[in-house]
């Protein structure tokens, strides 16, 4: 069975500082990846999505930016963080139908 | 454009009651439909989803949805609510213009009071 991994759970950081977040599926080859923020427990925005490695498009334009240097792993970064990169996380994995969540980081900017 | 509506915010229900939490959606051709459920502080679970066949469609933890193609609506339902039904409900629609996305509502709160 397909399982996906994300960490950290929680994370604080002081503004300027940099940012990783790291993603894994396995169990499957070749999924859908998508790097979501959901901002004081409601909406989802769709940050990033990916069709393959190295295939990455990003939705809104932002602080941030992912990779995907392997099938199964997909990574949010950013340079220099700011405060209204606070927020809840999500990664996720799917082919052409429902997607399936990791249980999220929730980030704290300082 | 694709859209999905979840008209209610909150939806209030006592525990044992029947609920139904609403969906609406706009897309062009036939749509793709899911429910989701989040905990505090959780990722999204996987409820479930109408691709073809049965308009009523069951799903995990004795939920299910009702299709309606006239009026475009995928409202979820459950017989009798528990309070472990309290969470946050995300109605979804995948987006045929792009392969790769999934359409979000912005979330309807279900509280079941004892």
């Known amino acids: 069975s397909q399982t996906i991994h994300q960490w950290p759970a929680t994370l604080v950081q002081p503004v300027g500082s940099p940012l990783s977040l790291e993603c894994t599926v396995e169990?499957?080859?070749?999924?859908?990846l998508y790097w979501y923020r959901q901002a004081a427990g409601r909406g989802l925005q769709l940050l990033f999505y990916s069709i393959g490695i190295d295939q990455i498009s990003s939705e809104v334009p932002q602080n941030l930016s992912a990779s995907r240097p392997q099938d199964r792993q997909f990574i949010l970064s950013s340079k220099k963080l700011l405060l209204s990169d606070s927020g809840f996380y999500l990664c996720a994995w799917g082919w052409d139908t429902e997607a399936f969540f990791g249980q999220g980081t929730r980030l704290t900017v300082v | 454009a694709q859209s999905v509506a979840q008209p209610e915010d909150q939806v209030n229900v006592a525990e044992g009651n029947p609920l139904t939490v609403k969906c609406t959606y706009s897309v062009s051709g036939n749509p793709y439909l899911f429910w989701y459920v989040q905990y505090p502080n959780r990722g999204l679970q996987f409820l479930l989803k109408?691709?073809?066949?049965d308009n009523l469609v069951k799903g995990s933890y004795g939920f299910e949805a009702e299709f309606n193609k006239s009026q475009t609506s995928f409202h979820l339902k459950k017989p009798s609510a528990l309070v472990s039904d309290s969470a946050l409900y995300f109605c979804a629609v995948r987006d045929i213009l792009s392969n790769y996305q999934l359409i979000w509502g912005a979330g309807t709160k279900l509280i079941i009071k004892p």
């Open positions: 169990g499957t080859s070749n999924p859908n």
């Open positions: 109408y691709i073809t066949g």
